[in-house]
C-alpha cells in the first residue's frame, strides 16, 4: 500500500522553501545583444560548501504518472540545478528535512520552461522527466568528498496527477 501525493504546479511561491524557480518571469534586469535579447540575471542561489560549480549534461530516462517514490536523496555540499534542453513537461519533487529523514513530499509539475535550484540540503526526488528526451543541463557541486545522502522509505509514495 503506498502514500498518495497529488502534482501541484511548480510556481515559485509553492518552491520557495525548497529552491529557486528558473523561468522567464517579470521585467528582464537588462536588455542586451543590440536589444535583441532580455536577460533575467542571477535567478538562483547556488550555494557550495567546497568545490567549484560545474555544468553536467544527464540523459534521463522518462517516468510517467503514477510514479513511485520510494527513495529520495540530498547533497549536504551544494546546491543542484536542473536545467531542461527540451520543452516537456516534468516531475519535480522536494521534501522538508524531519529530524534527518525526509518529511511528507510534496509534487511540482514542471511545465515548458522552467528548471529549478535545489537549494543545499534540500531532500528531492531524482531527475524525472515525463517525455522523451530526458536532457538537462544540471549545475551542481564538483569537488572531493562525498556529496550525495540518500533515503529510501519503507512504505512507498505514489504521485498522480491532479
Known sequence: MSRIIRTEPLTP?????FGDVLEVAGTPDKVINQGMCHRYHDRAALDFFRGH????????TPRSLPHVLDMMERHPDGSQAFVPMHGNDWLVIVAPDA???PGTPRAFLAGAGQGVNFFRNTWHGVLTPLHAPGLFA??????GGENLEEYWFDTAWRVEAS
Not at 138 to 143: E, L
Request: net charge negative; proline share 5%; charged share 25%.
Open 138 to 143: 544540471v549545475i551542481d557541486r564538483i569537488g
Open 13 to 17: 511561491e509553492g518552491f520557495a522553501p
Open 99 to 101: 529530524d534527518g529523514a
Open 53 to 60: 560549480a560545474g555544468i553536467s549534461v544527464f540523459d534521463a
